[in-house]
């Protein structure tokens, strides 16, 4: 039986299609995936992603140990409420999840992880407390709502208490606020601005019946995806997992080797393979053509089998299909796609593809 979400009746009550994720029950639309796609593009929409994992750190050894655990550098996090995008690494480098943590205070830092991968890595977490002094709080009293778009900071704002309004009105991107009950974070994963709000169960639904009175749209986990795809964001367990390091799938921007004195989980592996050479990298990929560009679709270059594509589908901002692929580093830019039995000319391009509503590369 999944999981439900305290907003689930909701969903249903809104004609939701609802589908399993990651051992959830979810909204993948709401009536039109494409329609809500262009609402978060142009106005504001929102996602329910209380099946997302809250875990709360604490304790005197927070920022050693995490900077242990994670393959970015807490220590880059100066001032309260400022977040930080990292992976979590095993010994090899593979990633076991990309996550967002948040520095609370000196004793106090929360992340949030992937729904499918909450159980691993609540075990990851607590296996490597080890001799720090760190408590792990799974956060089951929370529920999120993302609220997302050009006009999302100013319709959720006047639902705010007039403490944490005035606060999040001064947010910069990738930090948060909070009081005893509500969490506001400056954060996403569309492309777009807008707020990630974290609040107890019981004032879940009012939220987001009032956000839908002020005019934000419902959308369901479809939407997020083609949004995500379209800003060039990795989805874990497609664009990278285990098996693969940050650096091969566009991720070592988040990898902080300096200082040189820092140990983290992976690090070892990661300084090999960065010596030895990065096998493959992340890649934007346009179809030349018609058809839908999926995953696992394999890449060639002349008769080579180069790579193949991790994420793809209809670009609704670009009416295009679009997707990310791994590929052999050094490729040459005459790629085709397999597609139906048939090669099709893909065009490499930079990836992100749209951000804030514009195109973000050359096509």
């Known amino acids: 039986m999944d999981k439900k979400t305290i907003l689930n009746q909701t969903h249903h009550d809104l004609g939701a299609r609802m589908v399993p994720f990651g051992g959830w029950d979810m909204p993948v639309h709401y009536g039109s995936q494409i329609e809500e796609h262009h609402a978060i593009r142009q106005h504001a929409g929102m996602f329910d992603v209380s099946h997302m994992q809250i875990i709360d750190l604490k304790g005197s ?19 309260t409420g400022r977040a930080l995008y990292s992976c979590m690494l095993n010994s090899q480098g ?26 691993k890595d609540l075990g990851w977490i607590m296996e490597q407390v080890g001799v720090f002094g760190v408590e792990v709080l799974p956060r089951s009293d929370m529920a999120m709502i993302a609220v997302q778009g050009p006009k999302a900071i100013e319709l959720t704002l006047p639902l705010l208490n007039e403490e944490l309004r005035e606060a999040a009105a001064e947010l910069k991107p990738f930090s948060a606020v909070w ?104 890649v934007g990929l346009v179809l030349e053509g018609r058809g839908i ?23 609704p901002t670009l009416e295009r299909s679009i997707a990310l692929a791994r590929i052999e580093t050094g490729s040459p830019h005459g790629v085709d796609v397999e597609m139906r039995g048939k090669r099709l000319p893909v065009k490499v391009v930079k990836y992100p593809f749209v951000r804030h509503g514009k195109l973000a590369t050359k096509l």
């Open 61 to 79: 050894d927070c920022k050693r140990y995490l900077r242990h655990l994670l393959a970015n550098d807490v220590g880059k996090l100066k001032s």
């Open 179 to 282: 009081d005893p009950s509500w969490f506001v974070a400056r954060t996403g994963y569309t492309g777009e601005d807008g707020f990630e709000i974290l609040l107890p169960q019981g004032d879940c639904v009012a939220l987001w019946n009032d956000l839908a009175d002020a005019g934000v749209r419902p959308c369901g986990l479809g939407a997020r995806d083609t949004l995500r795809l379209e800003a060039g964001m990795n989805l874990y367990g497609q664009d990278m997992d285990e098996t693969t390091t940050p650096l091969a799938s566009g991720l070592g921007w988040t990898v902080a080797l300096k200082p040189e004195e820092r140990s983290f989980i992976g690090r070892g592996a990661l300084e090999k393979q960065k010596k030895e050479g990065i096998p493959q990298q992340l």
């Open 94 to 119: 593979g990633v076991i999840d990309d996550l967002i943590v948040y520095f609370m205070d000196e004793t106090w830092y929360r992340i949030v992880v992937n729904a499918s991968t909450a159980q």
């Open 293 to 315: 560009l999926r995953s696992h679709q394999k890449l060639y270059a002349a008769d080579k089998q180069i790579g193949e594509i991790t994420s793809g589908g209809f670009s």
